[in-house]
């Protein structure tokens, strides 16, 4: 991996990490649990996954999972799925899914 990209791949930690410490959600509810007797401590793990482009292939528009997908039909990406199994989340099959796999 070249300077240039490890230089990018901290400045999202960095963007990640403010983003996270600046968000009025995270100190209301941080408040709440203050509140309650507790103190918090808040310990996030993020994962950042590259995958080299081909040459010849169009690049997805960054942003939310999902995002510039015009296929209704699969709501997520594989690279999306890839990232929500690293966060153990599993999605329940769609109806009908069952039936379109036989």
């Known amino acids: 991996m070249n300077k240039k990209v490890r230089t990018l791949i901290q400045k999202l930690g960095e963007a990640i990490h403010e983003s996270v410490s600046e968000s009025e959600d995270i100190a209301g ?14 310990m996030l793990e993020a994962t ?21 997908k015009t296929d209704k039909t699969e709501p997520f ?6 990232f929500l ?8 099959p769609e109806p009908g899914a069952e039936a379109e796999a036989r």
């Open 85 to 92: 199994r690293s966060l153990r989340i599993t999605l329940p």
């Open 48 to 68: 950042i996954g590259l995958n080299e482009l081909d040459e010849g292939k169009a690049v997805e528009p960054a942003g939310l999972l999902g995002a510039g």
């Open 29 to 42: 509810v941080v408040g709440e649990i203050r509140e309650q007797g507790f103190d918090v401590m808040l």
């Open 77 to 82: 990406s594989a690279s999306d799925m890839n």
